[in-house]
């Protein structure tokens, strides 16, 4: 490699994209191409850098496997920054293998960490974690244990264990400190924000107060009786009855859990449940069998007793009942979660993250539109959305060795 190229490769390892460029700009051999593409990328033209990064793929003749492979991690990772979620996971596992074959294991890392990031966007934390335990972050650079430490927050923040989440963003920012990159550090402080962050609001006598995450985990273990606006279920520990399927019983378990310990009026029951502004007998005798069917499902959690006026939920063991509820709710409050990251998303990218069709989730993102609260860019299937950023998960474009080393 000549000398042009290390510097270069130095200043991109450093996060110093434009004196990277300023010694290969003009260059059009493959090691150049491969680090102009990562140059760009870090500077934001994501589109310019796929272009480079696939030239120098071509560059590259068939024995260069190593410099190919990190070619197409680099890819992968401008498509995680795009939310081109559908950007093929085969060919990074295959770049990952080829090259942990030739030794080379933080590149390797490298492309595990960003395919562990890829499956928390959309929610498969199982293959996350398992994909994470076989990574080792002990020889692994400063960058890259942040890298594994941001991970390892993510996994644990979604599955509600804020300690060890904690502990982990301590270890990632002592690393971001030590690799001196201003964006990892910036990443970092963007995380620890989102644990200092409102995460729900909890809502109960009639009143409501935000919850920090670690307020919601220790919800979680308590003895109350929780009806869980996020996963649609009723809750108290290890009892759990999901309603996901049952939204008209699901919205009467939430009307009765506000209102407890006291009752909710038909009239209202019926305004939540079913819509209606004119109770008639119909919407009445719907009601009673909807009832009648939520205390089927709950009858190992709550009984529901009729009154005067309505119906009134009575926990069985639970000495508290109340309603965790989203911190924003409104029409596509769900789409919107995923924009709050300050990312452009692609419609199929959402719609693969939300497990939803494509075309139900653009006419949510055209609606969000009209009403100023998302807005797009580009055509056809260059149109990506966004939202004003909020706190979360960032993504730098750093790669933990100079790419070329062949």
Known sequence: ????????????????????????????????????GIAMAQLGDLDRAKVLLRRAVRAFGPKEAVARARCIVAEAEIALVSRDLGWPAKALDAARTTLEKHGDRLNAAHAGHLEVRRLLLIGRLDQAELVLAGLDPGPLPPASRAAHELAVAGIAMRRLKTRKARSALEWARHAARQARIPGLMAEVDSAFLALDTPAARLIAHGEERPLLLEEVEALQASPALV????????????????LATRPVLFALARAL?????????RATLIARAFGGRHADESHRARLRVEIG??????????????????????????????????????RHAAVLAFLADGESWASSALALALGAGQRSVQRALEQLAESGKVQSFGHGRARRWMTPPVAGFTTTLLLPAPLPNG
Do not use: C, H, K
């Open 293 to 330: 069917r939520l205390r089927a499902e709950l009858r190992t959690l709550a009984d529901i007793g009729a009154t005067n006026r309505g119906f009134a939920l009575a926990p069985r063991q639970a000495g508290e009942v109340v309603v965790l509820a989203r911190p924003i709710e409104e």
């Open 1 to 36: 490699m000549d000398s042009l190229i290390t510097a270069a490769a130095l200043a991109l390892a450093a996060g110093d994209p434009l004196g990277a460029l300023d010694r290969i700009a003009l260059r059009e051999d493959a090691p150049a191409l491969a680090l102009r």
């Open 227 to 242: 009806v869980d606006t996020f996963r649609y279920v009723a809750r108290q520990r290890e009892t759990t009855v999901s």
């Open 257 to 265: 859990a506000e209102a407890w310990p006291g009752d909710v009026s």
